[in-house]
């Protein structure tokens, strides 16, 4: 049989890069993607085939080599998006006729809420926080706009010290698809960025020399001077979140959905969550933003006019 590899990976690069240039997907996005795409790029080689002439038949044969491989469904179906997304972009591209993941349904997975803290573990969880040295300083900083913006772990660490506006209590935070937004600072996660952007903290991580213009414009910094990672955020959120017993419970995804559970609890309106989480399809806020049965009753009954008759 011909080889077709080489072939086949410049359709995948191909393909990722028109996610990033084209569709303007996030790199964690993109990673994703390759990952998967990795897994179908193997069977393919394995089973001595070419996606280039791949049918149906074959389709759901590497769907069976997943179940069977014991993968989730949630990773099964994550998976079959990706290869499905290829094949229309090689369609389009002119690479191949047709897609052979057309008719091929996918299993269905339910979209699951993450599970929000109460008030009082937020509470609980920045008293934790304790000191005024410099990593404190920051990572009171981190999590307080984690909560307080609703802000994606990615889009905090991508933060610039030009996204402030101070004298407004404003963030410019640029999201999925490269869509811009302005959020709201309060009062509590303003004064903890203040106090982390004098010399006793933020000064504290400034090396005598930066090594790129990027680490000298970040908001957020590591020990070494450089721009916080994503996993270097995430290991802030889950320190302080094992110090309060919260475990696995907390991540900043769960600090996200807390901002805007709170948010609807304490009367806001859900386009108002939508716009401050920068969700295209209020659809989406509606499945983060699970309100309490109690409380939605509470609500609907103290505001129906007919609610008590």
Request: a positive charge.
């Amino acid at each position: 049989m011909k080889d077709n590899s080489g072939t086949e990976d410049s359709a995948v690069l191909d393909f990722l890069l028109w996610l990033r240039v084209e569709k303007g997907r996030a790199d964690s996005t993109i990673a994703s993607y390759k990952r998967d795409l990795k897994k179908f790029q193997d069977w393919v080689m394995q089973n001595d085939l070419s996606m280039q002439t791949l049918g149906e038949s074959d389709i759901i044969r590497f769907l069976r080599h997943l179940k069977v491989a014991g993968y989730s469904e949630s990773t099964i179906t994550r998976t079959m998006v990706s290869v499905r997304s290829l094949y229309m972009f090689m369609d389009i591209e002119g690479l191949r006729t047709g897609n052979p993941t057309k008719s091929i349904e996918l299993p269905r997975v339910p979209k699951g809420l993450p599970k929000a803290i109460s008030e009082e573990e937020v509470n609980e969880l920045l008293a934790a926080i304790e000191g005024d040295d410099p990593v404190a300083r920051r990572d009171r900083a981190i999590i307080e706009i984690l909560y307080g913006t609703g802000a994606r772990i990615t889009e905090l660490v991508n933060l610039s010290l030009s996204d402030i506006d101070r004298t407004e209590n404003l963030l410019k935070v640029l999201g999925k698809g490269n869509k811009e937004r302005i959020v709201p600072v309060g009062r509590f996660a303003m004064k903890a960025l203040s106090e982390w952007l004098e010399p006793a903290g933020r000064g504290y991580f400034e090396p005598e020399m930066w090594k790129s213009r990027d680490d000298s414009e970040a908001l957020f910094l590591n020990r070494r001077g450089g721009r916080l990672s994503r996993q270097g955020g995430w290991g802030v959120v889950k320190k302080y979140g094992a110090k309060v017993g919260l475990g696995s419970n907390l991540s900043p995804h769960t600090l996200r959905h807390c901002c805007a559970t709170h948010m609807l609890e304490h009367g806001a309106d859900i386009r108002t969550v939508q716009e401050l989480l920068g969700h295209a399809s209020i659809t989406t806020t509606q499945i983060y933003t699970k309100v309490s049965r109690e409380k939605l009753l509470e609500t609907y009954r103290s505001a129906h006019p007919r609610a008590l008759l």
